[in-house]
């Protein structure tokens, strides 16, 4: 199967053969090895080591593998032992046998250190930033976020934050991340992810890693420079998400929320795993965005705010109506309303006030319309335009769920007239989500397509979004 681990013997490490490729660094002779010893084809060394077949493929004609961020992912989904990471030049995972009563068991999740995900984080920005090829060919695993979950909640308290510097972060250093979020964070609801996520990037990579790398702080001071780290790595993330380069937003995510856990802001990595589970459910994965949902349930719920509850809640129903489950997507989306009438509104972090009545009506919306409720659907979905126009991204996604449900209901005159509205905001955007839900609009019409309106509205869509691939 071809999400199975990798089966390599762990005595085939030692041979010589393959001692020899990986002091090397040779990772095209690596796969090969693997392939002969194991039958696996390139798709399915991929799968286990998160990069593309097509990429794999190259690997294996001759292109080089430097990055010690996509080495440490090879190693890891190769199952490599300690002798074969540190052959490659790697740290290993276990520098000496553990004793005693905290003997490491196989299968538990290895801690890492905040030093080590700024680290990560720090090489992740730049290769960004310079669009590393190997980047952009990291594939989404859902299997990637089930261990970043676990750390979340079984890693020990991190080490102090604390770093000696010549030049020290102070205040106005964490207030103007903030505040650079906070624009960002606008512009990506008002013209969507494609328009500001090189800027944001490259703003990390230029002005948040010097800080979190060179420069002196204190523990407490530490942690709110890590918690504005990971607010806007968790926006990049989603950024990254919305221009459907969803290898790139897990790992953004991902790191993000190790940030947030060093940095002990329970609330903001509630909104992680809230992120990522919309993610996993929207790719097809609902089992691993039905996980991450209730893990930010119950990290919401140690938070303390009632918002992000409800927030989890609704991310925990999408998933469950994605599965078909009515009755606990119905229970769910029952605790969620719960939940958003306790909250004080007035206490909560900046970056939830997107989540509002609107909001919450269009989750409605979509896990109806997805469970096949459609008359519940469109009074959700026509809700959900209640809103604030300046969520233009969000407002062209309800547009199109609207659409959708009238284009099931078998009311083409009427998604067409709608789903037009949708395309004149989302010709303001850089959002493959938006253009992806026209697009399935389009699909849904396609067996009315001899009817004039539709006719029209479907070649609009390709006149002003190009023709299909």
């Known amino acids: 199967m071809l999400l199975d681990p990798l089966r390599v013997p762990e005595d085939a490490w030692s041979h010589g053969e393959v001692l020899t490729v990986l002091a090397a660094r040779d990772i095209g002779g690596l796969f090969r090895w693997i392939t002969s010893l194991t039958g696996a084809s390139q798709s399915r060394i991929g799968a286990a080591v998160g990069l593309e077949q097509g990429y794999v493929s190259r690997i294996m004609a001759g292109r080089k593998v430097t990055s010690i961020d996509v080495l440490e992912r090879i190693a890891d989904g190769c199952r490599m032992p300690d002798q074969a990471r540190t052959t490659m030049g790697l740290v290993p995972r276990q520098a000496a046998p553990p004793t005693g009563p905290d003997r490491r068991t196989p299968g538990e999740p290895v801690h890492r250190t905040w030093q080590e995900d700024v680290r990560s984080a720090a090489e992740l920005w730049r290769g960004d930033v310079n669009r590393r090829d190997v980047l952009r060919q990291v594939a989404f695993s859902s299997a990637g976020y089930t261990l970043p979950a676990l750390r979340w909640f079984t890693a020990p308290d991190p080490a102090p934050v604390t770093q000696s510097g010549r030049n020290t972060v102070g205040q106005p250093e964490i207030d103007t991340i903030r505040a650079m979020t906070a624009t960002y964070r606008q512009l990506d609801n008002q013209y969507g992810g494609g328009h500001a996520r090189d800027t944001v990037s490259r703003y990390l990579h230029q002005e ?236 849904q019409l396609a067996p009315h397509r001899r009817l004039p309106a539709v006719r029209h509205f479907t070649g609009h869509i390709d006149a002003t979004l190009g023709p299909r691939r």
């Open 208 to 443: 948040v890693a010097p800080l979190l790398t060179d420069c002196r702080y204190d523990h407490h001071t530490g942690q709110r420079l890590l918690s504005a780290a990971a607010e806007l790595a968790q926006l990049a993330g989603w950024q990254a998400y919305d221009t459907a380069e969803h290898g790139i937003a897990q790992r953004y995510l991902t790191l993000a929320l190790n940030f947030a856990h060093a940095a002990g802001d329970d609330s903001l990595g509630a909104e992680i795993l809230a992120a990522m589970s919309h993610q996993a459910t929207y790719l097809g994965h609902t089992a691993t965005g039905l996980d991450l949902a209730r893990a930010a349930g119950q990290t919401a719920r140690r938070a303390g705010i009632p918002v992000l509850t409800a927030e989890a809640h609704v991310m925990e129903a999408h998933a469950l109506a994605k599965a078909n489950d009515e009755r606990a997507c119905a229970a769910a989306l029952h605790q969620a309303e719960q939940a958003l009438d306790r909250a004080d509104r007035s206490t909560e972090p900046q970056w939830l006030s997107y989540f509002d009545e609107a909001y919450l009506s269009a989750k409605f919306g979509h896990c109806f319309h997805a469970l096949g409720r459609n008359t519940h659907a469109e009074r959700f979905a026509a809700r959900s335009l209640r809103m604030d126009n300046r969520y233009v991204r969000g407002k062209a996604f309800n547009l199109a769920l609207l659409a959708s449900v009238h284009a099931q209901q078998g009311d083409p005159d009427r998604a067409c007239a709608i789903g037009a509205e949708a395309l004149t905001l989302t010709t303001q955007l850089r959002s493959a989500r938006a253009v992806g839900y026209l697009r399935n609009l389009q699909t």
